[in-house]
Antibody, heavy 127, light 111 residues
Framework: EVQLVQSGAEVKKPGESLKISCKGSGYSFTSYWIGWVRQMPGKGLEWMGIIYPGDSDTRYSPSFQGQVTISADKSISTAYLQWSSLKASDTAMYYC????????????????????WGQGTLVTVSS | QSALTQPASVSGSPGQSITISCTGTSSDVGGYNYVSWYQQHPGKAPKLMIYDVSNRPSGVSNRFSGSKSGNTASLTISGLQAEDEADYYCSSYTSSSTSYVFGTGTKVTVL
């Protein structure tokens, strides 16, 4: 079964740093892109960025470029989302999700959807 | 980039059909057949319902169907059931930032 399991809820103060994780299992982690999505309280979904764990190629939404860092450690099948200095406005649920596109045998195949999704990590930033 | 536009809410009685629209531009919905739809129940992670405009993943009920005309994509739920009550989001690839954009979300209520 393809599964993404995210790290637990976090409560932080403004200015603190944070790194949350997303561990993939049940598939070749290095062959599929992983995306991150923000959902602020009572609001809709916002696409943040995406990483290809095979070579750490990373793309960011213009809205999140410079605000967060997406990384991956393929040796432990885990993707990360991190902040160097949190703000109260970073309070949200954060989801990781596997992108539909993948690479295999030297060829890459397009798949512009996200499935499955992790269970979400709630980040609360408050003084 | 701006979010795709969806109606805030749509409602219907059990057994009826409803349609949710998702309007974008020629840089996203209208330019590519890369529209997907997600269902989100309260407190749960989103679930993929439709990909590439009209394809259903394995395990998704055939009561869900997708289509597109010009810059507007649509999700139709036929034979509405109580379990369909949820928030629905569309998403599209966008060339304006070589990334993805979500819709504003639609709350579906089963009367």
């Amino acid at each position: 079964e393809v599964q993404l399991v995210q790290s637990g809820a976090e409560v932080k103060k403004p200015g603190e740093s944070l790194k949350i994780s997303c561990k993939g299992s049940g598939y070749s982690f290095t062959s599929y892109w992983i995306g991150w999505v923000r959902q602020m309280p009572g609001k809709g979904l916002e696409w943040m960025g995406i990483i290809y764990p095979g070579d750490s190629d990373t793309r960011y939404s213009p809205s999140f470029q410079g605000q967060v860092t997406i990384s991956a450690d393929k040796s432990i099948s885990t993707a990360y989302l991190q902040w160097s200095s949190l703000k109260a406005s970073d309070t949200a649920m954060y989801y990781c999700a596997r992108h539909g596109g993948y690479c295999s045998g030297g060829s890459c195949y397009r798949g512009d959807w996200f499935d499955p999704w992790g269970q979400g990590t709630l980040v609360t930033v408050s003084s | 980039q701006s979010a795709l536009t969806q109606p805030a809410s749509v409602s219907g009685s059990p057994g009826q059909s409803i349609t949710i629209s998702c309007t974008g531009t020629s840089s996203d919905v209208g330019g590519y057949n890369y529209v997907s739809w997600y269902q989100q129940h309260p407190g749960k992670a989103p679930k993929l319902m439709i990909y590439d405009v009209s394809n259903r993943p394995s395990g998704v009920s055939n009561r869900f169907s997708g289509s597109k005309s010009g810059n507007t994509a649509s999700l139709t739920i036929s034979g509405l059931q109580a379990e369909d009550e949820a928030d629905y989001y569309c998403s599209s690839y966008t060339s304006s930032s070589t990334s993805y954009v979500f819709g504003t979300g639609t709350k579906v209520t089963v009367l």
